[in-house]
T-cell receptor
């Protein structure tokens, strides 16, 4: 149980285009989803917290107009990288959480999406 | 604010030996949780072990144990009987009431045959 999927697993796009990444909780309802960004050999940096039915809360330094987050249902959150540029190339990971799910109320992570912007 | 520090960028261990990965933290929250995750080269985050701030005993999960020293604000991960498949990046993380996780810099572990 507590499986989170991400789609696509990898994407290559041209500079200036927008890319949408989906995060789904497959067997539980996630009231909260989180989006992280990870550069090679570095830590996961929290970008934003996404609550179903409300606006996402962005971490300091993250451009909300650049990284659009929508948490339209209890099982789906999307991250759209708008007007992507090469510096947006990174590994994007989502996680999902719901009180009472999991032994330690922990976050369950998706497999990640590798974005390459040419 | 919460902060996690992992001071070992890379570690080597001989197969079948034990290894300790260091983690120190700082938080003003009275209640918090400490997590360890494993990230193999595939990128997936694999949950290993959890320690609650009020837990009296150190957490254990199979070959993983957490050496929790609250006064020192440390939560070191001990992997016993290392296996080649343990080679990966390991992250320590702290979480509070908001549910957010703050991750450390990570430690790359290589198990030598």
């Amino acid at each position: 149980g507590a499986v989170v999927s991400q789609h696509p697993s990898w994407v290559i796009c041209k500079s200036g285009t927008s890319v949408k990444i989906e995060c789904r909780s497959l067997d539980f309802q996630a009231t909260t989803m989180f989006w992280y960004r990870q550069f090679p050999k570095q830590s996961l940096m929290l970008m934003a917290t996404s609550n179903e039915g409300s606006k996402a809360t962005y971490e300091q330094g993250v451009e909300k107009d650049k990284f659009l987050i929508n948490h339209a249902s209890l099982t789906l959150s999307t991250l759209t990288v708008t007007s992507a540029h090469p510096e947006d190339s990174s590994f994007y990971i989502c996680s999902a959480r719901d009180p009472g799910v999991g032994t330690y109320n922990e976050q369950f992570f998706g497999p990640g999406t590798r974005l390459t912007v040419l | 604010a919460q902060k996690i520090t992992q001071t070992q960028p890379g570690m080597f261990v001989q197969e079948k030996e034990a290894v300790t990965l260091d983690c120190t933290y700082d938080t003003s929250d009275p209640s918090y949780g400490l997590f360890w995750y494993k990230q193999p080269s595939s990128g997936e985050m694999i949950f290993l072990i959890y320690q609650g701030s009020y837990d009296q005993q150190n957490a254990t999960e199979g070959r993983y144990s957490l050496n929790f020293q609250k006064a020192r604000k440390s939560a070191n991960l001990v992997i016993s009987a290392s296996q080649l498949g343990d080679s990966a990046m390991y992250f320590c993380a702290i979480g509070g009431n908001t549910g957010k996780l703050i991750f450390g810099q990570g430690t790359t572990l290589q198990v030598k045959p």
